[in-house]
């Protein structure tokens, strides 16, 4: 996050299908300088600590403990090291599992490759990618704890505005469009999300496994 | 995990049938010598009692992994059966007399076929399921073996018999007409304590095995499942693309659909209880989807859900009619957000396009699609529609109150 703030982003690639790797590949190669593949867990924390990319790419399903093994132990060591999921999995548990763990963001697999590079170079910047998808299920997560007493109020619920940016997200507004119509300036929506993905960090452990038991059962 | 034979499960049933044949020889022995008063009972007991101890272990040991252990095993067995064949004619014939070791191998001979042909008769009920479960399972057995242990134990019945009458013989011979009623009582306990030692390690093997038989008919059934899944939906799917590489919009399509397909089979909400708002909505986008030749993409969010009522069948048929315009005027991706308002005691429901947009007051009053399909549907539910529509897209908000929401 110093100097190499412009110009081609660097990025490992971790996925266990090396057909989806080398689409990835061929889909971002002038845009992107991709430094590596991985496809398992111990690979890919090899890889990363080794190689020091700008973006980790990370699929959510990995043999050896998955994405959420890779992140814990990347972060451990290199703790600025910046993570972007890109899954076929639907499933909000595995989602919210990779994004609490420290990805900041996370986007589909279909993603057209030019929507892909911004993502990339918005998780280089430091800035959560929260899209529609991402913003349904935490609003989802966080509508379960909301009715519940709180243990901490500051982390385990959502302003009143975070959840309108978020539904507003999840409708599929850009950040432009949602400034426009809450009136605010596009900085402070993405304050917004910033903030709601700290929460989500910070959220007991105890109430998301909750939430997801009660997913589970549904 | 690869499946057992069955060459090698039949084997570890007679395996275990002449051990438990060895063990009776030296528990035959151990009774002979208290009726006749021997010495040397706790030495023979010891050595029954080792014996039985083999047959638990190598129940178990084969059961798992039989396949490794069969050649050992067998060895074992065979040695067994040899010493105690040898400890009964030595020391029976020493404390005895010849008559009774031969009446005792007679008996427990007849003893052995009668039992093989029960455990046989066993496995055989195990097997017996419906046909495809059969299928699943393996190639179901054969008749002749069955065949074969039936024809043992009518031997092994004739053995029994011959041994019962010269037994009764023997001991009318020895105590002139008249049994005393210790060496009675102790008969009794002895072939208690004989069937007990039968039937115990028969009981741990039957049921080892019966778990074994269940749990890879399971696995077979899963494995059917998956497959007969992947061949009717993803191979036909399959097929189809390859067939339609001269039309992307197609390809496209079917590979949606399929998508679709399989997340909601992973997911395992192909089962056609519809009865909440999600599950009907879910539907509705994948109708439209068809129907328009994937002309849209639906993505359904769901934030909460709520039971499908006579407000929620409404709801689904607004968003039906809204969808259509969707993918007819707009295309591309359309997103569908299901999100209950607890505050207000509604469940709301976006529908939004980016597409180019259109005045809503510019419709003429002739086109009823939305004024009646959409708004006027959903007044008469007790809710509400709005449209907002814009150069950048299209957005329908419809709200029914919140009944029965979870």
Redesign the interface.
Known sequence: MTDAAAGRPSVVLIDDHALFRSGVRAELADRVEVLGEAEDVDGAVRLVLARAPEVVLLDVHLPGGGGVAVVEQVLAQRPQQAFLALTVSDAPEDVIALVRAGARGYVEKTIQPAALVDAIVQVRAGEPVFGPRLAGFVLAAFSGTQAAAPADPEVDQLTPREREVLQLIARGYRYKQIAQRLGISPRTVESHTSAVLRKLQLTSRHELSRWATRRGLD | MTRAEPAVESGVADRTLWIVAANLGIVALACAQSLSGGARLPVVLALGVLAMALVVLLAARSGARAARSGALARLLAGGLVAAAALVVLVLGREAVGWRPVVLAATAFAGLALVLRWVVAAVEAADADDVPWQQLAAGAPPSAEPRLRHAAGAALGALLLLLAAVGAARYAFDRTDGGLPAAGFVGGVVIVAALMALVAGPLAFVARLRARQAWAERERGRQRQEVAAHLHDEVLQTLALIQRSVEDPKRVHHLARQQERGL?AWL?GRDTPAEDSVAAALRAVAAEVEDETSGAASI?V?????AALTGGGEALAQAARETLRNAARHAGG?V?V?I??DADRGELVV?I?D?GPGFAVDAVPAERRGVRDAIIGRMEHAGGSASIDSGP??T?VTLRVPLGGA?
């Open positions: 997340r997911a993505e969010i769901v934030v909460g859900d991706l997103r957000v999100d209950p976006f939004r980016d950048d897209g957005e979870r």
